[in-house]
């Protein structure tokens, strides 16, 4: 079993991998400095695992105190590196912020790395990566397009990062992971998404209007070239995602070669419309979503799904959960924190 530092681990996609990991008998130290999380997040991963993570509340860019904890938690089999903001609006009217935190947090993390000799590295990208690819489904051989955002940008920058370590040290193992859109929550609606304010993202915008939080979403684009008009992505859900990480962990602890990364699309290989989604919310819940048709939202694109041969063959992992599963896990977890 191995010791793991989980940057991020309390956020959305990082408290779900936590779980998981401690299900396979891991041993979890979550460092997260709370930015976008909360701390009683620690203990719904113990109500759910009956096993309490060490936790250290640190900002990654922080490396004195990172080292610290390297220090003190060593020694350290590997890292699976979650922390970064995400906002992709709050990227482009702050960018600089977005380039300190998730460039300067994944420096932080290789330093320290490197310094107590832990060569695996789990990193979060993103299919933010491939912009609107010309052949579907995408394949990880696909060409890196200009970054339609700083976040996206930062992704790309980290990969580049990463890779040029690797060359450089030839003592880093990395599985660079890029996700499609993680949704839904933890079948116990213990631990899900939080977003801050009013979402970003379809399905909590979805949620959230069917609990009456919000009065309707609105769909962005009806003219895009799908087969209703709005726009396909490759949604996948949030613990099949997470499971996919102790996938990644587990293949890094078990190679013997001491450098090189690999890259694996994490999706389902199957498109779905903004307009499909709203229906099956509506088909599997019996709640309505009152929707409007708006104009298209700046900076998306029309359409993306996974090609996951890779991660299918390679890390013998499978998106199983159905679409009217995990809509039904992401509005179980609405009405939890609504109490409705
Ligand atoms: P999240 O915001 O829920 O989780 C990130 C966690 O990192 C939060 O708990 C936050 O408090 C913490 N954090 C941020 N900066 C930190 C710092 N400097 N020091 C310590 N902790 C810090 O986000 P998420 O959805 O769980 O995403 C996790 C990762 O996956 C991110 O790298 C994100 O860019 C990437 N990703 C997310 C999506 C998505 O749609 N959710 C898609 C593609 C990639
Ligand atoms: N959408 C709406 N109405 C809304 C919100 C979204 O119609 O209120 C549409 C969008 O226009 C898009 C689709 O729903 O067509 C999905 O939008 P999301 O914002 O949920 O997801 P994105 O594909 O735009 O981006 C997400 C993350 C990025 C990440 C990317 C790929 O926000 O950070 O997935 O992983 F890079």
Same mark, same amino acid.
Request: a negative charge; aromatic letters at 8%.
């Given at each position: %079993?191995?010791?793991?530092?989980?940057?991020?681990?309390?956020?959305?996609?990082?408290?779900?991998?936590?779980?998981?990991?401690?299900?396979?008998?891991? +041993?979890?130290?979550?460092?997260?400095?709370?930015?976008?999380?909360?701390?009683?997040?620690?203990?719904? #991963?113990?109500?759910?695992?009956?096993?309490?993570?060490?936790?250290?509340?640190?900002?990654?860019?922080?490396?004195?105190?990172?080292?610290?904890?390297?220090?003190?938690?060593?020694?350290?089999?590997?890292?699976?590196?979650?922390?970064?903001?995400? *906002?992709?609006?709050?990227?482009?009217?702050?960018?600089?912020?977005?380039?300190?935190?998730?460039?300067?947090?994944?420096?932080?993390?290789?330093?320290? %790395?490197?310094?107590?000799?832990?060569?695996?590295?789990?990193?979060?990208?993103?299919?933010?990566?491939?912009?609107?690819?010309?052949?579907?489904?995408?394949?990880?051989?696909?060409?890196?397009?200009?970054?339609?955002?700083?976040?996206?940008?930062?992704?790309?920058?980290? +990969?580049? #990062?990463?890779?040029?370590?690797?060359?450089?040290?030839?003592?880093?193992?990395?599985?660079?992971?890029?996700?499609?859109?993680? #949704?839904?929550?933890?079948?116990? *609606?213990?631990?899900?998404?939080?977003?801050?304010?009013?979402?970003?993202?379809?399905?909590?915008?979805?949620?959230?209007?069917?609990?009456?939080?919000?009065?309707?979403?609105?769909?962005?684009?009806?003219?895009?070239?799908?087969?209703?008009?709005?726009?396909?992505?490759?949604?996948?859900?949030?613990?099949?995602?997470?499971?996919?990480?102790?996938?990644?962990?587990?293949?890094?602890?078990?190679?013997?070669?001491?450098?090189?990364?690999?890259?694996?699309?994490?999706?389902?290989?199957?498109?779905?419309?903004?307009?499909? %989604?709203?229906?099956?919310?509506?088909?599997?819940?019996?709640?309505?979503?009152?929707?409007? #048709?708006?104009?298209?939202?700046?900076?998306?694109? +029309?359409?993306?799904?996974?090609?996951?041969?890779?991660?299918?063959?390679?890390?013998?992992?499978?998106?199983?959960?159905?679409?009217?599963?995990?809509?039904?896990?992401?509005?179980?977890?609405?009405?939890?924190?609504?109490?409705?």
């Amino acid at each position: %079993m191995a010791k793991v530092l989980v940057t991020g681990g309390l956020g959305y996609i990082g408290s779900h991998t936590v779980v998981e990991l401690l299900a396979q008998n891991h +041993e979890v130290i979550i460092v997260d400095n709370l930015s976008n999380s909360e701390y009683c997040i620690l203990s719904k #991963i113990s109500e759910i695992t009956h096993t309490t993570p060490a936790f250290e509340q640190i900002d990654i860019c922080d490396t004195d105190a990172l080292r610290a904890c390297f220090k003190a938690h060593g020694p350290i089999h590997a890292v699976i590196h979650f922390a970064a903001y995400k *906002a992709v609006g709050e990227s482009v009217s702050n960018s600089l912020l977005y380039y300190k935190n998730n460039v300067l947090g994944l420096l932080s993390v290789l330093e320290c %790395m490197r310094e107590f000799s832990v060569c695996n590295i789990v990193f979060s990208s993103s299919c933010t990566v491939y912009g609107q690819p010309t052949q579907l489904p995408v394949t990880e051989q696909a060409p890196i397009q200009k970054a339609l955002s700083p976040y996206g940008n930062t992704k790309q920058i980290c +990969e580049e #990062i990463i890779c040029d370590a690797i060359h450089s040290y030839n003592d880093i193992c990395a599985v660079i992971l890029r996700y499609f859109n993680p #949704i839904g929550a933890h079948p116990s *609606a213990c631990i899900g998404e939080l977003p801050k304010g009013v979402p970003n993202n379809l399905v909590p915008f979805i949620t959230q209007t069917a609990a009456g939080v919000r009065k309707q979403l609105q769909v962005f684009g009806n003219d895009y070239n799908t087969p209703d008009g709005s726009a396909i992505r490759d949604y996948i859900y949030v613990v099949d995602l997470a499971k996919a990480h102790v996938k990644a962990l587990d293949k890094l602890c078990a190679q013997t070669t001491h450098s090189g990364y690999e890259l694996f699309n994490l999706g389902t290989g199957t498109g779905i419309s903004v307009l499909e %989604m709203v229906h099956t919310f509506e088909r599997v819940t019996g709640v309505s979503v009152p929707y409007t #048709i708006a104009s298209r939202r700046e900076g998306d694109i +029309e359409q993306v799904w996974a090609d996951t041969t890779r991660a299918n063959r390679e890390l013998d992992w499978f998106a199983n959960t159905s679409l009217e599963d995990i809509l039904l896990s992401a509005w179980n977890w609405e009405k939890k924190i609504r109490n409705l």
